[in-house]
T-cell receptor
Framework: DVKVTQSSRYLVKRTGEKVFLECVQD?????MFWYRQDPGLGLRLIYF???????EKGDIPEGYSVSREKKERFSLILESASTNQTSMYLC???????????FGPGTRLLVL | DQQVKQNSPSLSVQEGRISILNCDYT??????FLWYKKYPAEGPTFLIS?????DKNEDGRFTVFLNKSAKHLSLHIVPSQPGDSAVYFC???????????FGKGTKLTVNP
């Protein structure tokens, strides 16, 4: 079974803080993804990575950056958190294109 | 520009009856389609998929139908159970791309 874990289930941060969200997968998957989910907007892709140190912007990359130093780990960084980044953040991984993406449990982030 | 549309934000059915969730897409290059189920405060879980070379795929109570000419797919759940109450996301992908495009989701409520 694929396991995708995320470092925190719930997080509360203040405006302007730097926030790190970490994701780890244990199935040697090539691809990793960060989404945010907001009511009425579905899942929106922030960034994804198809290999170590490789990244591509998704649909809403502004205000975010990512890091993939090891194959199993993909970090999402909010350089200076803002209240409009309050959301549910979901990490996913997949073996290759046209393969199922498997999701972690999500991190609910509240920025005050 | 929404490439994957789930036009019904919510659906309510009686336990034991059929649930039909619909999804439309605009990009004819999509060749792989998936359905995910999501409970509150959890990550989406993969339910069932279908490739464009098929028009039907069945897995227990869940069947996905694909109508390529209409660019339409549907998920049938028979019989529906209260535990099926969740948000269902339709997603589409194409060969050569690691990304999936998600719909905004349909909230299914199955009443006992």
């Amino acid at each position: 079974d694929v396991k995708v874990t995320q470092s925190s289930r719930y997080l509360v941060k203040r405006t302007g803080e730097k926030v790190f969200l970490e994701c780890v997968q244990d199935m040697d998957h090539e691809n990793m993804f960060w989404y945010r989910q907001d009511p009425g907007l579905g899942l929106r892709l922030i960034y994804f990575s198809y290999d170590v140190k490789m990244k591509e912007k998704g649909d809403i990359p502004e205000g975010y950056s990512v890091s993939r130093e090891k194959k199993e780990r993909f970090s999402l960084i909010l350089e200076s958190a803002s209240t409009n980044q309050t959301s549910m953040y979901l990490c996913a991984s997949s073996l290759a294109s046209l393969e199922t993406q498997y999701f972690g449990p999500g991190t609910r982030l509240l920025v005050l | 520009d929404q490439q994957v549309k789930q036009n019904s934000p919510s659906l309510s059915v009686q336990e034991g009856r059929i649930s039909i969730l619909n999804c439309d897409y605009t990009n004819s290059m999509f060749d792989y389609f998936l359905w995910y189920k999501k409970y509150p405060a959890e990550g989406p879980t993969f339910l069932i998929s279908i490739s464009s070379i098929k028009d039907k795929n069945e897995d227990g109570r869940f069947t996905v139908f694909l109508n390529k000419s209409a660019k339409h797919l549907s998920l049938h759940i028979v019989p529906s159970q209260p535990g099926d109450s969740a948000v269902y996301f339709c997603a589409a992908g194409q060969g050569g791309s690691e990304k999936l495009v998600f719909g905004k989701g349909t909230k299914l409520t199955v009443n006992p």
